[in-house]
């Protein structure tokens, strides 16, 4: 896999190294084996689909929540940056790697009592997925887990998720 994420360096900020999933998703095996894996945190021991829903970060995060969640059977919701969904919201503001950022969900995407599995690119310093569980819950959803393609295991976002149960692919 790692031949397929690249490192490009000071992107979007100076400092920052930008991991670049394109050509991963691009590559049909190596992204079906991604997408597999991931839908695999979403089910138990004897293979039954537990969650209710998918959820997906803004932007990266759509493009293999999507597709987990049309394996899994379920729905997929989006989670966007703020302005960009058309009706009533529930919103949280956070800070991530390299700045600051606000991000929606509409109210009624998320049913109270619905398990939903998160799934993003990256776990860096585990703001998005923060802010995401908290948007969850404000919807009465019930976060089951976070699933990564990759975590930066030199930044805190394992502490700044606390209790909830993370799977990364790889972690770097």
Known sequence: MSRLVLDVADYPTPGVMF???????????GFSAVI???????RDEAGTVI???????????FMLAAPVALA???????????GKLPRATHAVSYSLEYGEATLEVHRDAIAP???????????????????????????GGTCVGVA???????????????D???????SV
């Open 72 to 82: 899994l059977g379920v729905g997929f919701v989006p989670i966007r940056k703020a």
């Open 36 to 42: 597999d894996a991931l839908a695999d945190e979403a």
């Open 164 to 170: 909830l149960p993370l799977s990364a692919i790889a």
């Open 51 to 61: 969650v209710d829903k998918v959820v997906g970060m803004e932007a990266r995060g």
């Open 19 to 29: 991991k670049d999933i394109t050509p991963l998703l691009a590559d049909h095996a």
């Open 113 to 139: 009592g619905e398990r939903v599995l998160l799934i993003d690119d990256v776990l860096a310093t585990g703001g998005t997925a923060a802010a995401t569980r908290e948007l969850v819950e404000a919807c």
């Open 148 to 162: 990564v393609l990759l975590e930066l295991s030199f930044l805190p976002g394992r502490a700044t998720i606390g």
